[in-house]
């Protein structure tokens, strides 16, 4: 096991990685991201930003309110420690509007790549509104 690996499983309490190379960051809320097929350190750190940003902002997989909160707030919470970030509930709706599902993995390289700079999302983000504005019916 890497120290990037030992990094991300402290990120994450009671996170596991599975013997197919999963790691787990929440069991009960399948919150993961595939490992065995990072080379390096920079692939899973987009990674994390592309799979488990949903979760730190959005993802609401139980029915209480409370503990949708405090799901969020793990995700964030890991991440953060993991990126040695201090990125809040609002930016990782950035990030996850722009990076998750891996939708744009250069730009996820890129926004790693600047120390996190969101100028990077915001160019992509305003690109898109123009492009989009001459398509409006």
């Given at each position: 096991m890497t120290d990037t690996e030992h990094k991300l499983l402290k990120a994450?309490?009671?996170?596991?990685?599975?013997?197919?190379?999963?790691?787990?960051?929440?069991?009960?809320?399948?919150?993961?991201l595939i490992l065995k097929n990072c080379a390096d350190d920079l692939d899973i750190k987009c990674k994390v930003l592309e799979w488990l940003s949903r979760g730190a902002c959005k993802t609401a997989p139980f029915r209480a309110n409370k503990k949708?909160?405090?799901?969020?707030?793990?995700?964030?919470?890991?991440?953060?420690?993991?990126?040695?970030?201090?990125?809040?509930?609002?930016?990782?709706?950035?990030?996850?509007?722009t990076l998750g599902n891996c939708v744009n993995h250069e730009k996820t390289i890129e926004f790693i790549e600047s120390g996190y700079?969101?100028?990077?999302?915001?160019?992509?983000?305003?690109?898109?509104?123009?492009?989009?504005a001459g398509n409006e019916h």
């Open positions: 994450f309490p009671r996170s596991f990685i599975s013997e197919f190379g999963e790691f787990i960051a929440h069991d009960k809320a399948n919150e993961y949708n909160e405090a799901f969020n707030n793990f995700m964030l919470s890991g991440i953060n420690e993991f990126l040695c970030t201090e990125f809040t509930r609002e930016d990782m709706r950035d990030i996850y509007s700079d969101f100028a990077v999302l915001s160019r992509d983000r305003a690109g898109r509104r123009q492009e989009g």
